[in-house]
């Protein structure tokens, strides 16, 4: 069996599905990828302590964790198959002092939003895993356990978005022209993929320029450092899929080896 590749996307609010261009680039870059045995996906929408996993079983409920949409985006489904041994295996990686526990919460929007796009026959098994922490070094040293699960399969993706100042944005439109401190940010983390530099990007708060406007809150860039350490190599240079904005947000994401 092939070793997955891990993935850090933009994952982009419900109405996203709407834009062409992005479930076009998100289709395309599914397409190219090994299909995976099963999923593994940190959100930036469940932050929880001691690390929780759900979706263990199947028919796992959605959580439409968004407010003021139009009905129709309330009434998506996505039943995938729940993913126990994945669990399993994952808590076996997990030292005996930080063993995860498991809860019934169903998958949120930054995880089946992007999925219903990339696999929309929710044909694979799908298990969601907590950020325990937002401190950038720990997630990379949990995402450095997470690296034998790809072995068998097992597709890891962190889920948030490039830029995410969502209440600094004056343009709620699609195509609304990004603010600066958007478009800084976004090419900041361009230049410090395509150098693999990890020191940097830990240091994102203090070392990126928009800040702290492109992220007031750090959750939507916490799941990058999840898969920055689940792959092969943190300083490698990976594969920036996909570029460009939507409400002047930045859709910037990767995928490593």
Request: proline share 11%; net charge negative; aromatic share 10%.
């Amino acid at each position: 069996m092939s070793t997955m590749p891990v993935l850090y996307l933009s994952h982009g609010a419900p109405p996203l599905i709407d834009d062409a261009t992005w479930v076009g680039q998100l289709t395309s870059w599914a397409s190219d990828l090994p299909r995976p045995r099963a999923i593994l996906v940190v959100s930036a929408h469940w932050k929880a302590a001691p690390l929780t996993l759900s979706a263990t079983a199947d028919h796992t409920p959605l959580v439409y964790d968004f407010w003021g949409f139009p009905d129709r985006f309330y009434n998506v489904t996505y039943d995938a198959p729940g993913a126990p041994d994945v669990a399993e295996a994952l808590l076996a990686l997990m030292p005996h002092d930080h063993r995860p526990v498991q809860s019934d919460r169903g998958l949120d929007h930054g995880a089946y939003v992007p999925l219903t796009v990339m696999y929309p026959d929710a044909g694979i098994p799908v298990l969601q895993m907590s950020l325990p922490t937002l401190d950038p070094e720990q997630l990379i040293g949990l995402g450095t356990r997470l690296r034998p699960l790809r072995e068998s399969g097992v597709l890891i993706i962190g889920s948030g978005f490039t830029t995410h100042g969502l209440p600094f944005l004056t343009d709620p439109s699609p195509d609304a022209t990004p603010p600066g401190w958007s478009v800084e940010f976004d090419a900041w983390a361009g230049e410090a993929f395509g150098r693999g530099d990890v020191e940097s990007l830990l240091d994102f708060r203090h070392a990126a320029p928009g800040m702290p406007y492109a992220h007031p809150t750090i959750e939507h860039f916490a799941p990058l450092f999840v898969a920055l350490g689940a792959s092969s190599d943190p300083e490698q240079v990976p594969k920036q899929v996909i570029d460009g904005f939507w409400t002047g947000l930045a859709k910037r994401s990767i995928e490593l080896r």
